[in-house]
């Protein structure tokens, strides 16, 4: 399964990196919700997107969070009004208030729609 990591605004410049990752990452700043569970607890939480892959996002959010939580992702990709959904996340590490999920579950027409938003991207770069 493929994983993404969201990162850039429309009109900022964008950049592409390798790190462990096993794809190019877009580094930027695209807005998000996100929400799970903590202890039984709704959190719900908002922030940007600092980095997207294939396998995962990186996030400056306004809530401080655990490894491991499961989340829930909506991502305000520029090249649409509507946010890109991924149900399923878990957070992979956390320092402070910026954190890394992987992506676990996406839906092909998300899948395709985020594949061809970093295409987009990295042809622009």
Not at 19 to 38: E, I, K, P, Q, Y
Not at 85 to 90: N, T, Y
Request: aromatic share 6%; charged share 25%; glycine share 12%.
């Amino acid at each position: 399964m493929e994983s993404t990591t969201p990162n850039g605004q429309a009109g900022t410049a964008v950049e592409f990196s390798l790190n462990r990752r096993r794809g190019a990452r877009l580094a930027g700043r695209f807005g998000l919700m996100f929400s799970g569970v903590d202890d039984g607890q709704l959190i719900m939480g908002d922030g940007q997107v600092t980095d997207l892959s294939h396998e995962g996002v990186g996030i400056s959010g306004n809530r401080l969070l655990k490894p491991g939580m499961e989340l829930a992702l909506f991502i305000e990709l520029p090249d649409s009004e509507d946010h890109l959904c991924v149900p399923e996340a878990r957070v992979s590490w956390v320092r402070g208030r910026r954190f890394g999920v992987a992506v676990r579950t996406l839906k092909l027409e998300d899948r395709n729609r985020l594949r061809y938003f970093l295409l987009e991207q990295q042809t622009r770069a």
